[in-house]
């Protein structure tokens, strides 16, 4: 049985209702063998990258993974579902690659993805323009791509920030639209890099977004501008909250995990494996 190995890409702020208006053929390839819809970040969930970027690592939501807004790291960290599934031995060697830094590094409320077991890449930029976001999000490319190469890498969140800068600068205008149609391109780049492994090994690809914007661009608030988020995937995993994505990379590792070993199950306590949160 092959272990499964799990792609997480994450494109921040990209607005549902303007994703489906703009050009994303990356993005209508995934869908086409797997799924892609919209979901709403329900009342315990915070339409701020920090808190949500937290609920999708973990599964959880703030009052249990405490990290509330971009600036204040929680007293206790949740890990993230590339540091459990490392913990138990089912990841070799996990990576990901971000240009805010608060994913990978320790600044503001990160690093939301735990260095210790994960190979976590930030990238310096100058200042958090769009512009430096353009360069910033092809050096996460780049870098993906390069530690990609490395057979030994079986998880991966890659993480891509240019369209919600543009949407905090121009609003949901032509050139936001634009920004979500060069994240589509970069991801495509990613994944016909990943092409040549998974002709031999079993990925899965998951993208998301942590909120959305409003008109005039912005987010924090409770209209359904900001909580209407969405995911696409390759494969249908039932995700319907973004709190079940956590849990389902988990599923598809653990289960290969299972699958090879002699009736050996993962440890499992309520800490490590967050339930569903199907509503
Ligand atoms: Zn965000
Ligand atoms: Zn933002």
């Not at 063998?33 to 315990?44: K, L």
């Not at 999000?137 to 390069?146: E, G, K």
């Not at 890099?193 to 899965?204: G, N, Q, S």
Request: hydrophobic fraction near 35%.
């Amino acid at each position: 049985m092959t272990t499964a190995k799990v792609l997480l890409v994450g494109i921040d702020g990209v607005r549902f209702d303007i994703l489906q208006q703009a050009r994303t053929p990356t993005l209508d390839r995934l869908a086409g063998s797997g799924c892609h819809h919209s979901m709403a970040i329900p009342e315990e969930g915070i339409t701020v990258s920090g808190p949500m970027w937290s609920s999708i690592l973990t599964g959880t939501w703030p009052t249990e993974h405490g990290v509330y807004d971009n600036s204040t790291a929680p007293e206790r960290r949740l890990p993230d579902v590339f540091t459990r599934l490392g913990r138990q031995g089912m990841l070799t060697r996990p990576i990901a690659v971000a240009a805010w830094q608060p994913i990978v590094a320790a600044t503001g409320c990160g690093p939301l993805v735990d260095p210790t077991l994960v190979d976590c890449v930030p990238i310096d930029m100058p200042d958090e323009s769009p512009e430096s976001y353009i360069a910033g999000d092809r050096t996460v490319l780049q870098i993906a791509q390069a530690r990609l190469a490395d057979p030994a890498v079986d998880a991966a969140f890659v993480y891509f920030g240019e369209v919600d800068e543009v949407g905090h600068r121009d609003g949901v205008s032509d050139r936001y639209r634009a920004a979500i149609e060069r994240a589509d391109s970069l991801l495509g780049e990613l994944l016909d890099h990943l092409d040549a492994r998974t002709d031999r090994e079993d990925w899965t690809v998951i993208v998301t977004t942590d909120h959305g914007h409003v008109d005039g661009g912005g987010h924090g608030g409770t209209t359904l501008a900001e909580r209407q988020v969405w995911v696409t995937s390759d494969r249908e995993l039932g995700i319907v909250s973004p709190v079940d994505i956590a849990p389902a990379i988990y599923e598809l590792v653990s289960a290969g995990h299972h699958g090879n070993s002699c009736g050996h199950q993962a440890e499992s306590t309520p800490d490590t494996v967050p339930a569903r949160a199907h509503t």
